[in-house]
């Protein structure tokens, strides 16, 4: 435990170590930081992430363009992502933005000590752009895999964790940031939307134009809420070659059911969701508040994400977030991961009965390690399998 509380540990692991980063330096933010505390988290993290860009930048000041100085930028732009998290919610706090704005700051320094740097994406959508970034992983057309975030996670964190496996295997990777996530969110003001198959269209139509892209070999990859957003993409997107949903996730209100169910809500009432009584819901929220991790999952990630600000709000707005009906849609071979332990997990089996597509399951295990959401306590080990897999699909 790098951390008594809940939240704080949660980033400090699935953000700091899970994503490969120093256990030194995750620890040493973690000490003195009171349970609750999320000013002096947040002082914490910034101030160790500017104490790596310092000693990055004073590295390539002096001709040092090397491989450390980069992963010392990348690992202060997670410490940046790690010290704002605690600070989601509407209004917008000025230092979420300002460590978002560090964070993108850090990776360009990264990025641009990179034998292939990145490109840097605006992809049009509805009227605006979304950013992305591309990586070529060596010459002339080759496969593609886009990534796709989850609930508070951005294109930024899915570097370290999609795309250096992904560009290990000789293939490209562009990652990008949709509504409700990164600067589509903070910057844009654009919440999160289920119909995940318009948005990646955008982002293909840009990819399939690109001559280093092999536009009949590109898989879609959504990790955590992503792994909804990847099925419900292919299921309306019929250009991809294979889909990977890390986990096997059917939809959002499964996980709000449960919780409403935890909290004694009669069945009679739960038989209206997503339209409660108003006094139920006025309990429920109540309960909500009171619980550090559920306060901070719901009301104020859940609620700014999704641009609303109540509980009835929540609910309605996450009910279109479902595959019912949609499973039989998806064309191209699928992969389903699920988690040991990871409750997002539970519902890979009702994916799999709804797939008509060849499907695959993955399941990984506590006993190797692998068994939290989204296998961070061994993401090699899911990049070995997974990627197996896509490489078989992929061919040649």
């Known amino acids: 435990m790098l951390s008594t509380d809940p939240l704080f540990d949660d980033l400090a692991f699935n953000l700091g170590l899970g994503l490969g980063s120093a256990p030194g330096e995750v620890v040493t933010a973690c000490a003195g930081v009171a349970d609750g505390d999320d000013d002096a988290w947040y002082d914490s993290w910034s101030t160790t992430a500017e104490r790596l860009v310092a000693v990055a930048d004073r590295s390539v000041a002096a001709g040092h363009r090397s491989a450390t100085a980069r992963d010392t930028y990348l690992r202060a732009s997670r410490y940046f992502a790690i010290g704002y998290h605690p600070l989601y919610g509407a209004p917008i706090d000025p230092r979420l933005r300002t460590g978002f704005a560090r964070q993108a700051e850090a990776f360009a320094k990264a990025d641009a000590l990179l034998d292939r740097p990145g490109e840097v994406l605006e992809i049009p959508f509805e009227g605006t752009t979304l950013p992305g970034w591309f ?29 250096i496996p992904v560009l290990a295997r000789g293939w490209n990777c562009l990652i990008f940031d949709g509504p409700g996530q990164g600067r589509a969110l903070f910057e ?57 949903a890390d986990p096997g996730l059917f939809g959002m209100s499964a996980g709000m059911i449960g919780r409403l169910r935890a909290a004694g809500v009669p069945e009679s009432a739960i038989a209206a969701y997503p339209d409660l009584p108003a006094e139920v819901l006025t309990t429920v929220e109540h309960g909500i508040a009171a619980n550090r991790a559920q306060r901070w999952a719901i009301i104020q990630r859940g609620f700014m994400v999704h641009g609303v600000n109540s509980l009835a709000d929540y609910l309605t707005a996450i009910a279109p977030f479902t595959l019912d009906g949609r499973l039989a849609d998806i064309r191209c071979p699928t ?5 040991e ?32 959401h989204c296998e961070m306590g061994s993401r090699a080990l899911y990049d070995l399998r997974a990627y197996d897999w896509l490489a078989d699909v992929f061919g040649g």
């Open 341 to 372: 332990n990871d409750p997002l997990s539970a519902t890979a089996d009702l994916v799999a009965e709804g797939m008509t597509a060849p499907t695959t399951r993955l399941d990984f295990l506590a006993g190797e390690g692998a068994g939290d």
């Open 335 to 339: 992969l389903l991961c699920a988690a």
């Open 188 to 244: 844009q003001g654009l919440p999160l939307r289920a119909d995940w198959e318009n948005v990646l269209s955008a982002v293909l139509d840009v990819a399939v134009a690109r001559a280093d892209v092999d536009p009949t070999r590109i898989a879609v990859s959504g990790w955590s809420l992503g792994g909804y957003l990847a099925l419900r993409a292919a299921s309306g997107e019929h250009r991809l070659a294979a889909c990977i």
């Open 135 to 163: 990586h070529r992983a060596g010459d002339g057309p080759r496969p593609l895999v886009v990534v796709t975030s989850g609930y508070d996670s951005t294109l930024y964190e899915s570097y370290p964790a999609q795309t």
